[in-house]
């Protein structure tokens, strides 16, 4: 763990009663989201977590500026805003933390980490912390099963977690220590990574791995047993991308995307040159 001192807000009330109002230049970035849209009002996903990362949640404020930048009802932004779990309508803590409780991660420990997580922050779902710190919701399946039990920190994977290390994490976040991703980005505030989500870049992007060991298994299995994709009628994007790198003759990308290709197919799709009547093989 670095030395850095992470950026966290100032704890604030968690009865939402004081907070910024939006100014002109929260005005002026929603109008900047709105002209990245050939349609104006497809920028309004961006637009709300822009209002959130200013206000701390989507207010009635926030809704009629968004409304009026797009020349639209509030009763249509207020549709989109309550329709998405992401855009929050009670006031958030300093992070957010989020435990998978869907099927895998949950029989894994995810059940028993968020029951830890309750407990030990006095808190039930989607409630915060006291201090302001911590806002704990269970959230439904984020695509990272092969790391089972995820916590999410305001949208960071924590992955392989247990009910100990979770108290930890929480404990360092309330405590305004510096932690990371256990993919490697410093984690921010909710706020911060809000203003991310709205496509304002925190030049973090590139910190850590964009895949780890669990995930890339399949592909170094692939590798080892030569496995390849068989050819689809009428070609597809999966032989696209080997054409082209079929093509970029002596190009050391070419033989990688063209096992890429392979492990992206149905695991029934791939052709076991080295034992065609073992389907499944033993990626897991
Ligand atoms: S079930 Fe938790 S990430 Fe998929």
Not at 62 to 80: P, R, T, Y
Not at 103 to 109: E, I, K, P, Q, R
Not at 132 to 159: K, Q, R, S
Request: hydrophobic share 35%.
């Amino acid at each position: 763990m670095s030395t850095t001192p992470a950026t966290h807000e100032p704890a604030r009330p968690v009865d939402g009663a004081v907070r910024e109002p939006l100014t002109q230049t929260t005005y002026d970035e929603l109008r900047e989201i709105a002209a990245r849209y050939p349609q104006p009002r497809s920028g309004l996903l961006p637009m709300l977590h822009l209002v959130q990362s200013v206000q701390g949640m989507v207010t009635p404020e926030g809704i009629e500026a968004c409304a009026d930048v797009l020349g639209i009802s509030a009763a249509e932004v207020s549709g989109v805003a309550t329709f998405y779990t992401m855009y929050k309508r009670r006031p958030m803590g300093t992070h957010h933390v989020g435990v998978c409780t869907n099927t895998l991660c949950a029989v894994m420990g995810g059940d028993a980490i968020f029951e830890r997580l309750k407990d030990h922050l006095g808190v039930g779902n989607d409630e915060t912390t006291e201090d302001g710190a911590i806002t704990l919701e269970h959230v439904e399946c984020n695509a990272a099963c092969d790391y089972a039990p995820v916590v999410m920190v305001n949208w960071e994977f924590m992955d392989d977690q247990t009910p100990e290390s979770a108290v930890q994490l929480v404990d360092d976040l309330r405590a305004g220590r510096e932690v990371r991703s256990t993919r490697g980005p410093r984690l921010c505030t909710w706020r911060e990574a809000e203003r991310v989500l709205a496509g304002f870049p925190d030049d973090r992007a590139d910190e850590g791995p964009s895949a780890g060991e669990a995930s890339l298994r399949g592909l170094r299995i692939a590798r080892e047993r030569g496995w390849s994709a068989p050819s689809a009628p009428g070609g597809s994007a999966g032989d696209a991308a080997v054409e082209a790198a079929r093509g970029a003759e002596g190009a050391p990308e070419a033989e990688h995307t063209r096992q890429e290709a392979a492990v992206e197919q149905s695991p029934t799709d791939v052709q076991h040159e080295d034992n065609p009547g073992n389907e499944g093989g033993d990626a897991k």
